[in-house]
């Protein structure tokens, strides 16, 4: 079984950065795919970026491209987002989640999450 825990979040303007942390418990962290998931009131919860576990694939929607990016640590346990020009649509609830096997951008095939983390950008 994994724990997460993510950290991070906060209240930034429009065109500022943050960066989440996803910190796990657990021997296994090195052979998940870690996934970032996002979920604004009233919405679905989206895919935002996903990374392999050894770290050597990233994936990203095409919302958060060119302006986020995911890395991890596997000696940490720790899983980062690193975001930039954030805009008011990124305002969310940022939440990590881990899978086995293949990447998917559904968040139905993620097995353990975090609590969230909210992100608040203003305009």
């Known amino acids: 079984q994994v724990q997460l825990a993510e950290s991070g979040g906060g209240l930034v303007q429009a065109g500022g950065s943050l960066r989440l942390s996803c910190a796990a418990s657990?021997?296994?962290?090195?052979?998940?795919?870690i996934g970032w998931f996002r979920q604004a009131p009233g919405k679905e919860r989206e895919f935002v970026a996903a990374i392999s576990a050894s770290g050597g694939a990233t994936y990203y929607a095409d919302s958060v491209k060119g302006r986020f990016t995911i890395s991890r640590d596997n000696a940490k346990k720790t899983v980062y987002l690193q975001m930039n020009s954030l805009k008011p649509d990124d305002t969310a609830v940022y939440y990590c989640?881990?899978?086995?096997?293949?990447?998917?951008?559904?968040?139905?095939?993620?097995?353990?999450w975090g609590q969230g983390t909210q992100v608040t950008v203003s305009s």
């Open positions: 657990g021997r296994t962290f090195s052979s998940y795919i």
């Open positions: 989640a881990t899978k086995t096997g293949y990447y998917s951008y559904s968040s139905s095939w993620y097995d353990y």
